[in-house]
């Protein structure tokens, strides 16, 4: 339980002022930027379940609740499907509100709400309705969480118009994308990599926006174009060093956003390589993998030197056991293998 004077702080210091960098974790990225974004917008309210005076699963509403107050800062039941109920019909008069999802496998008790509600509002009526919206949410697995709580869902809403789906793999981009996300109009299902959560990195002090729908470069290369998201990114950084020991320069596109994605920096990157290894945790089949080699093979073809590979999990249930699970999950020895691949099979 947290004291009625306990400050909106996580494991460390604040951000410093004036937009200087600081090092922090992801977790305390987050916290701050919802922070940052309950002072800005007194329409936003959080809500979800453990979110007040715990402070969430994550500790990412850690003393929120103690700042802000119980109307703002909402427990709630055991109910995806009334958190997010609540939500959409909360946007609609003109609130912006923030939910957690305790573990995105739980996204499907709501589904119905984010697919033929949210997505769909701005369409249905015109744009005389919208549903500013974030759906937070922990995925991916890597810590022996079983088939229930492990999953990546990306590829679950990869097909519905209307969502946008946010998917950073640093501390700085988990401020900045959560707070566009926040300013957004649009209903955005924010996904946090759970092994991300005690990832340090620099973050800019005070508000700062990353912009959605834009892709980074996080490394320069020449050989070979890893296009990657989340917890594959700072895999793929550490294959990166250890291909440039053999003399092969990789390029890291960090996508950021998942849906929609940034095609025209991926394309650009792969016009200059020429060989693309795409990496992702979710199963193989009917993923973020399968559209981006599809749309590489379909606009790049001329300058591709091999085919696109593809790092996916296997597809079958999260396991339960911990070796089990990493054979079932990418890792950075799958992405220099097939970085390897695509040097290896291109003409």
């Not at 494991?11 to 002022?17: A, M, S, V």
């Not at 369409?123 to 999953?151: E, N, W």
Request: proline share 6%; net charge negative.
């Amino acid at each position: 339980m947290i004291a009625a004077n306990t400050p909106a702080s996580v494991d460390g210091p604040t951000d410093g002022p004036g937009g200087k960098k600081s090092k922090t974790t992801f977790v305390r990225a987050l916290n701050d930027a919802l922070d940052l974004g309950m002072e800005r917008f007194p329409e936003m309210f959080l809500i979800g379940e453990d979110i007040a005076e715990m402070g969430g699963d994550f500790s990412v509403t850690k003393g929120l609740w103690a700042k802000y107050g119980q109307e703002r800062v909402r427990d709630t039941p055991l109910s995806e499907a009334a958190i997010v109920g609540t939500c959409v019909g909360s946007s609609m008069v003109g609130m912006r509100p923030v939910a957690e999802i305790m573990f995105a496998d739980f996204v499907g008790e709501c589904y119905d709400q984010i697919v033929n509600t949210a997505a769909k509002m701005h369409y249905m009526f015109d744009g005389q309705f919208k549903a500013p919206l974030v759906i937070r949410t922990a995925c991916g697995g890597g810590f022996g969480g079983g088939p229930h709580h492990s999953q990546s869902v990306e590829g679950w809403f990869m097909n519905v118009p209307g969502i946008v789906i946010v998917a950073p793999s640093n501390p700085a981009d988990a401020k900045g994308l959560l707070l566009s996300s926040i300013e957004s109009d649009d209903p955005v299902l924010f996904l946090e990599h759970k092994a991300l959560y005690r990832a340090r990195g620099e973050v800019p002090g005070g508000y700062h926006t990353t912009p959605l729908g834009r892709a980074s470069v996080a490394r320069q290369g020449t050989d070979v174009t890893v296009v990657a998201t989340m917890r594959m990114v700072p895999m793929a950084l550490t294959a990166a060093e250890e291909a440039a020991k053999e003399g092969v320069s990789v390029e890291v596109v960090d996508l950021r956003t998942i849906r929609p994605y940034d095609a025209a920096t991926i394309l650009e990157s792969v016009a200059k390589t020429g060989r693309v290894v795409v990496a992702n945790e979710a199963p193989k089949t009917g993923g973020l993998g399968a559209e981006l080699s599809a749309r590489i093979h379909e606009e790049c073809f001329a300058e591709l030197l091999g085919p696109v590979v593809r790092v996916d999990g296997l597809d079958t249930p999260i396991p339960f056991s911990v070796p089990l699970e990493e054979v079932v999950l990418p890792d950075e020895a799958d992405i220099s293998a097939a970085i390897g691949e695509a040097m290896r099979n291109s003409r």
